[in-house]
């Protein structure tokens, strides 16, 4: 069973920075595709950043050149580095990664910005 966990969510002052990983335990099988989303109350879930077989990446406007997904050496890890945050990236942050044709979903981590 693949489970894929979320971390690095906190409180940060407005201007502030966050860095975000996400890690998923699927044995030998490699990601595919990765995700970062977000949700904030009464709001639909939207793409914040994307990786597709480790050469296409994209960005929501709302975040391109704030925002910075990438991935390490360690097999489906994926991080998202969130600098001069504002106070609308508030919300629950969920990591999605693709899996033998399959996408697993973390169970979010959540990030505030607030003075």
């Known amino acids: 069973q693949v489970q894929v966990v979320e971390s690095g969510g906190g409180l940060v002052q407005p201007g502030g920075s966050l860095r975000l990983s996400c890690a998923a335990s699927a044995g030998i099988y490699s990601a595919t595709a990765m995700g970062w989303y977000r949700q904030s109350p009464g709001k639909q879930r939207e793409l914040v950043a994307g990786?597709?077989?480790?050469?296409?990446?994209e960005y929501a406007d709302s975040v391109r050149g704030r925002f910075t997904i990438g991935t390490q050496n360690v097999k489906n890890t994926v991080y998202l580095q969130m600098n001069s945050l504002k106070p609308e990236d508030t919300a629950v942050y969920y990591c999605?990664?693709?899996?033998?044709?399959?996408?697993?979903w973390g169970q979010g981590t959540q990030v505030t910005v607030s003075s």
């Open positions: 999605k990664q693709r899996i033998r044709g399959a996408d697993y």
């Open positions: 990786i597709i077989g480790g050469r296409v990446t």
